[in-house]
């Protein structure tokens, strides 16, 4: 799994399209989402390529549990550890991005 071409998570975390960057290391980058759900929406993305959290795990689960690791971190620091973790799977789940993404949305008391 590499970069794509026409990706377009590949060409913000290669910083040809602008983010608000949240968080980054050597596997993960976390930004803003564009169009928050909650006070704090998150997205985070493996560096490499993998169309869907189903392929992540099943091709590296430890960085699948870094996510939540940095999910985790994120909730931490912006509202008591407290958060919603989503992955959209498919494009009839929502998913309009596939490279696999976690939503972290937090920030306020969220409804059920």
Known sequence: MS???DCLFCKIIAGEIPSTKVYEDETAYAFKDIN???KVHVLIVPRRHYANVAELAKADPAELAHIAEVAQSI????FHGAYRLVFNTGLD???TVFHVHAHVLTGEKLDE
Request: hydrophobic fraction near 25%; charged fraction near 40%; proline fraction near 8%.
């Open 3 to 5: 970069e794509s071409q």
């Open 36 to 38: 928050p759900k909650a």
């Open 75 to 78: 909730a931490d620091k912006e």
């Open 93 to 95: 789940a929502g998913q």
